[in-house]
């Protein structure tokens, strides 16, 4: 995937990871320093905080997550995230294995 180059491909690229956000852990802050980069009435300035970001991006695309339902009668245990710019959550399971299964991810606002 080549990095996009103007702000109109910046956008497009934001606006298909948004689509997919709900599935992806953390995917607004690993997006934050592109977002920055968007200010309205500024020239577009791709620097390497940004370059990281996509490089991230392209990393956790390319080894998703494997989501499984889950165990009946084993406990749910309910992750949060908080930061001053977004929150997540998701329920996970422990089985026998001592392997977490993600069973929901809740979508990043």
Known sequence: MPRPETEKE????????QY???????????????FKNLKVG???MWD?????????????????PVLSP???????????TVIDTAMG???AQTVEKKK????TL???F
């Open 10 to 17: 910046i956008q497009g690229f934001l606006g298909r990871l």
């Open 20 to 34: 997919i956000s709900r599935f992806v852990a953390k995917l607004k802050m690993i997006c934050e320093p592109i």
């Open 42 to 44: 500024e020239r577009v």
């Open 48 to 64: 390497d905080q940004c370059q990281a970001a996509f490089d991230k991006v392209k990393e956790v695309l390319s080894s998703p």
């Open 70 to 80: 889950p165990v009946v009668g084993l406990p749910l245990s309910l992750f949060l």
């Open 89 to 91: 959550a998701m329920l």
């Open 100 to 103: 977490e299964l993600f069973t």
């Open 106 to 108: 809740v979508k990043s």
